[in-house]
């Protein structure tokens, strides 16, 4: 019998592979809890989503500084990842629903000023000095689906504090980053997720520059689709590293008749809203950086030296060492949007000041995406071993499974009914049969 292709060892706690929902203010916990019960959407999917959700809201306005010349918007992307049919899209509507409509509400105002500014420009000289002046609308649309990266780069700049782009599928986002020339797209992403000046000077769309991009990314993706874009390039430049992944083990849930009282559903819309009308007043006027307090400075500089101690593990692999280098600039980043999460709403504006506490539930935030990586690796590690037994000429299905489950007797089952084209009942039978 031939042996298995090599198979990392890639440690998970279980702890690390819940998503963290105390880290959010009681309120925002619990209506996802209900969200989860009346509707049956993911806990972790929405967890997530309302990190990219508070860093859309947050922007540009405010930045943490780090340290002297170490200064940081909350950029985020992440990826969505479930099979299809497990509610990815509407777990992520669920959660950002309130700023779906006022983007909505945006659009369809800069319409009506656009409609207005056409018609009086088709006016002749005569007829504008007897009618006023309609200036040419800018557009303060922030949330974006489908859209070129000319006319983002267009928007970003009519909107600088951010624009979140929301795929229902992020395959295409992938599958784009090379689109127009060899490397293009990818070094604008890149340059864009560190914070540096972005432009675009093609052809096809004017000259545009973006001084301080954010931009943050969320959409969903199946996990078959993910594994392609984990290339040797892509892992070489660090634009997987920087990818935040959410994989829980999400089953369909049943029906639910209760149903959340609409003045619950309400209060959390108001919220939403007032966080985002609470930035927009305040970022016409300034961009504000925030600092850590002596105490949240001491824990972020142990966080700090616990993670270079791991990525200097001999013992450590790449994949998890590159990945821990993205994590020391996310940690900073969750900790800023947790501390105005917890702060956001005292009148002295003590949100510019980050907690220790706000660094330590950084670092759990942290430690479960870094979880969940390690899980898609596994998995994709796995994956392939298991297509290697299939491939395997003069063995019967059940022979196949018998290695398989010699392989590991916690094996995913429903990958191994997939690779092998059979029931999951039938697999189910065979590894009773064989734990005998």
Known sequence: MRELPYRERIDIAADDLQFPLDILPTFFADYIKACHHTLGNSIDYMGVTFVWMTSVILGNYLKIKVKEGWVDAPIVWISIVGRAGVGKTPSIVSVIKPLLELNANRIKEYKVKYQAFKEYERLDKQEKKGADKVAE???????????????????????????????????????DMNKY??????????????????????????????????????????????????????????????MLICYPDVDVENYC??????????????????MHYFV????????????????????????????????????????????????K???????????????????????????MEAVQKAYRLSKYFIAMSKKVRMESQEKNILKEIA?????????KMREMYKMDAKVNKSECAKILKVSRQTINNWIKEFSK
């Open 137 to 175: 609308p800018i557009r303060d649309q922030f949330i974006v689906n489908d859209i070129t990266l000319e006319s983002l780069v267009e928007l970003h700049e009519d909107n600088p504090n951010a624009v979140g782009v929301f795929k229902d599928e992020l395959a295409g986002w992938y599958k």
């Open 181 to 242: 020339r060899a490397g293009s797209d990818m070094e604008f992403w890149l340059s864009s997720w560190s914070g540096r000046g972005v432009s675009m000077n093609r052809k096809s769309a004017k000259s545009s520059f973006v001084e301080e991009p954010m931009i943050s990314v969320i959409g969903g993706i199946q996990p078959g689709i993910l594994e392609q874009f984990y290339t040797d390039d892509n892992m070489e430049n660090g634009f997987v590293d920087r």
């Open 257 to 274: 008749e209760d149903e959340m009282e609409y003045e619950y559903t309400k209060l959390y819309k108001d919220m939403i809203r007032d």
């Open 280 to 327: 927009q007043l305040r970022v016409i006027e300034r961009n504000e950086v925030a600092v850590f307090d002596v105490d949240a400075k001491k824990e972020w500089a142990k966080i700090f030296d616990e993670l270079t101690a791991m990525q200097n593990d001999e013992g450590q692999n790449e994949y998890v060492r590159n990945m821990l280098a993205k994590q």
């Open 329 to 355: 600039t996310y940690i900073p980043r969750f900790a800023l949007m947790i501390n105005f999460l917890d702060y956001c709403n005292e009148e002295v504006e003590s949100y510019k000041v980050v907690r």
């Open 391 to 399: 491939n395997r000429k003069g063995m019967t299905a059940k022979d």
